[in-house]
């Protein structure tokens, strides 16, 4: 069974630093999603990374995927707090539908 | 609005009574998924539907749930005799047909809410 594990769990910044969210997955996937929820909404799209050393960037949010050591990493360069939410990472199951895993989920909240 | 859309948003309900939602997915998207979230927690698969098929079906989708996707447009979700720990947001996303290799990305409707008293 896929298993999907974030961490931290919960994440108090001061604005202007950075801090970086790890996403570990247990099975090889190829494919992994980022999303961002902010309380009482809804999921919204971030990131698709799609294969091994891919990098994406938006904003002060970088995130990378590491197919090999089934890791992928969302970097927060500067942070601001309107970036505070949850970020969930979530890995595609390709025998299934493509139905989505979601890792527990990184509650950040950045201080001013 | 071109995006996912549910109804209700909110439902409150007293245990043991029926409940069904609607989501309406992104009009050209063939892919439904229904997902449950906890507080706290990451939202946990239900159901996916291909068009008008339902091809998968969590564990977690006891036999008092069920789910349907007429003409392969909107779907709905019905839970029968509600239970307490049925209280959750519902969740509902779409996603466009997939070539082989390409991502599955899926689009999140705004939720409903249940309550069960």
């Known amino acids: 069974e896929l298993k999907v594990e974030q961490n931290p769990l919960f994440l108090s910044m001061q604005e202007g630093k950075n801090y970086t969210i790890y996403c570990n997955y247990s099975t090889t996937s190829d494919r992994l999603y980022w999303y961002r929820q902010d309380p009482g909404k809804s999921l919204e799209s971030l990131f698709v990374?799609?294969?091994?050393?891919a990098v994406k960037q938006e904003g002060r949010l970088m995130a990378s995927l590491d197919t090999k050591a089934r890791l992928s990493t969302l970097h927060i360069t500067a942070a601001v707090h309107d970036l505070s939410a949850t970020y969930f990472c979530?890995?595609?199951?390709?025998?299934?539908?493509?139905?989505?895993?979601f890792g527990e989920g990184t509650q950040l909240t950045v201080n001013p | 609005d071109t995006g996912v859309s549910q109804d209700p948003r909110h439902k409150i309900t007293k245990r043991g009574q029926n409940v069904t939602f609607r989501c309406d997915p992104i009009?050209?998207?063939?892919?439904l998924y229904w997902y449950r979230q906890t507080l706290g927690q990451g939202p946990e698969f239900l159901t996916y539907?291909?068009?008008?098929?339902?091809?998968?079906k969590s564990r977690l989708l006891s036999d008092r749930f069920s789910a349907e996707r007429p003409k392969g447009s909107f779907s709905t979700l019905e839970i029968q005799r509600t239970e307490q720990g049925d209280s959750a947001m519902y969740l509902c996303?779409?996603?466009?047909?997939?070539?082989?290799?390409?991502?599955?990305?899926?689009?999140f409707g705004p939720g409903t809410r249940l309550t069960v008293l």
């Open positions: 539907f291909q068009n008008e098929a339902q091809l998968e």
């Open positions: 996303a779409s996603s466009a047909r997939r070539l082989a290799g390409a991502p599955n990305e899926q689009f």
């Open positions: 990374l799609l294969s091994n050393g």
């Open positions: 009009s050209e998207h063939n892919r």
């Open positions: 979530a890995v595609d199951q390709e025998t299934s539908g493509s139905r989505l895993t």
